[in-house]
């Protein structure tokens, strides 16, 4: 929208701003919404490009195609960990791209290390952190 535009929209009494100054979201706010945006444009490049159907990549990432469409068309009831699946699930590599990512964000340290599980007997679940002694979680309920 040009100047004389935005001017004459003010004139009548109309707001002019952002989507983020009319809806009121913080600076976080904001580069979430648009992280979720660019995130379903992401996925159905690396789609396209790796040759797979949506029914393919929803085979993938154990979803169904009506799912990945949603996603790719910026569904807004999509979840930022869906969209992440599907983005590790297209591209393999994109898991270490993401780690240098936190890399980064830590200050080119070793950044958050992955949570080590193993299953134990009787449905027990150990769980420890990579470099940390282990714990367990104790078994509730019946059986």
């Known amino acids: 929208m040009n100047r004389a535009q935005k001017e004459r929209f003010e ?3 109309w707001k002019v701003g952002t989507a983020s100054e009319l809806l009121g ?3 976080a706010e904001a580069a ?3 992280a979720k945006l660019m ?3 992401v996925v159905r490049v690396l789609r396209v490009r790796k040759g797979l159907s949506q029914a393919a990549l929803a085979k993938l990432m154990g979803s169904s195609q009506p799912r990945v469409a949603k996603l790719e068309n910026r569904d807004p009831e999509v ?3 869906l969209q992440m699946k599907a983005i590790f699930a297209a591209s393999p590599g994109a898991r270490r791209d993401f780690q240098g990512l936190i890399n980064k964000w830590c200050g080119g340290g070793q ?3 992955p949570a080590v599980a193993a299953a134990g007997p009787r449905g027990r ?3 420890h952190r990579a470099g940390s002694p282990p714990t367990s979680r104790r078994h509730v309920g019946g059986g």
């Open 11 to 13: 004139q009548a009494g």
């Open 25 to 27: 979201l913080t600076e």
């Open 32 to 34: 979430l919404v648009e």
């Open 39 to 41: 995130l379903g444009s």
């Open 79 to 81: 979840s930022l960990d």
């Open 111 to 113: 950044g958050a290390r």
């Open 125 to 127: 679940h150990p769980v």
